[in-house]
């Protein structure tokens, strides 16, 4: 089992940044891709980012592709999004989500933290 713990939400207004972390714990070896999802009000749930696990290959979300950034700290066993430019279209529940090595599929989620942009 892998537990996943997300932080960084808040409020923040159009134009600004905002960092989310989401750290793992349990079985970390068995991580074979880490990601961030989205939910916005009465919307569907949104792919953001993905970055895998043992090397540097990363996928973004047509939406936030040139504004936001995934990046991981093994050490720390967290990854983190950076989110820049943002816009109140980006208002959204934020999710970190782990794909094992085994199934390839996101199987463990976090609990999600809110992101509220002004305008």
């Known amino acids: 089992q892998v537990q996943l713990v997300e932080s960084g939400g808040g409020l923040v207004q159009a134009g600004g940044s905002r960092r989310l972390s989401c750290a793992a714990s349990?079985?970390?070896?068995?991580?074979?891709?880490m990601g961030w999802f989205r939910r916005g009000p009465g919307k569907e749930r949104e792919f953001v980012a993905s970055?895998?696990?043992?090397?540097?290959?990363?996928y973004y979300g047509d939406s936030v592709k040139g504004r936001f950034t995934i990046s991981r700290d093994n050490a720390k066993n967290t990854v983190y999004l950076q989110m820049n430019s943002l816009k109140p279209e980006d208002t959204a529940v934020y999710y970190c989500?782990?794909?094992?090595?085994?199934?390839?599929?996101?199987?463990?989620w976090g609990q999600g933290t809110q992101v509220t942009v002004s305008s």
């Open positions: 349990g079985r970390t070896s068995s991580i074979h891709t």
């Open positions: 970055i895998s696990w043992s090397g540097s290959r990363t």
């Open positions: 989500a782990a794909a094992s090595t085994s199934t390839r599929s996101y199987d463990y």
